[in-house]
């Protein structure tokens, strides 16, 4: 079965910490794809105010594109919100019987997955690949880890083979690899203060927020 995989996540903006170590994970995983979904009303940040989906979603667009295997999707466009990633996922899932699902989540997320809206049947879904996030990882991870889920955990070294997983069983995959420190919420805070983001983004995604004025805060001059 060929192996796909699903990034889902807000994207307010799109930024390398998201790029780089799923470039990472595409090469040891080997996936045929890797699609990116953004949230259209994220339940996790409800009350926030976001950019508009049609400006996250141009930048994911334009931050994919060199790469051959990413796409973007717009598959929660539009569905009555909050939207939550288990229906995205099963809806994915049914959409494509013959591949075999994997979720990618920061271990940030990772670790507050009992929050998830309906967490347990989403990781019957697909398998999920952890990103290291610096902020949570190694022995404070595992104590957050659901007990359910801890027989599940299979580490995995960047660029070493991963196997097939054993028939009908979805596992927990920790991907070893050096943190990208970046947050998307770094990024607006950068902005707001009047500093660069250019080691942090990808160039076109650069561009696409000075034009738009995104996240800048708004000058009244002096
Ligand atoms: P914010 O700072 O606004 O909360 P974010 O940078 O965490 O945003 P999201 O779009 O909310 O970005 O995250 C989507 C997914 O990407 C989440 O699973 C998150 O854990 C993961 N992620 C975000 N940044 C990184 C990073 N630097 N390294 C690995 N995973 C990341």
Wanted: one cysteine or more; glycine letters at 6%; hydrophobic letters at 40%.
């Amino acid at each position: 079965m060929r192996r796909v995989a699903v990034f889902g996540g807000t994207f307010d903006p799109v930024h390398l910490g998201h790029l780089v170590p799923t470039v990472g994970a595409a090469e040891t995983f080997g996936f045929s794809q890797v699609v990116f979904i953004p949230a259209f009303d994220p339940p996790h940040k409800q009350g926030a105010v976001l950019a508009p989906f049609s400006h996250r979603f141009a930048m994911l667009a334009l931050a994919t594109q060199p790469y051959d295997r990413f796409f973007v999707s717009d598959l929660e466009m539009g569905r009555p919100g909050p939207t939550y990633t288990v229906d995205t996922l099963r809806e994915f899932t049914r959409r494509c019987p013959e591949s075999e699902v994997y979720f990618l989540l920061g271990s940030d997320s990772f670790s507050q997955i009992e929050t998830w809206h309906r967490w347990q049947e989403l990781v019957d879904l697909a398998h999920l690949v952890v990103l290291h996030r610096a902020t949570v990882w190694g022995d404070k991870l595992l104590e957050l880890v659901p007990a359910r889920l801890r027989e599940r955990l299979t580490p995995v070294r960047l660029f070493e083979p991963v196997p097939d997983p054993p028939p009908g069983r979805k596992l927990v995959y920790l991907l070893e690899h050096e943190p990208f420190p970046v947050s998307a919420s770094l990024i607006r805070e950068r902005l707001q203060a009047g500093q660069t983001i250019s080691e942090l983004v990808p160039p076109e995604v650069h561009r696409w927020i000075v034009k738009y004025g995104l996240y800048h805060q708004v000058s009244h001059g002096c």
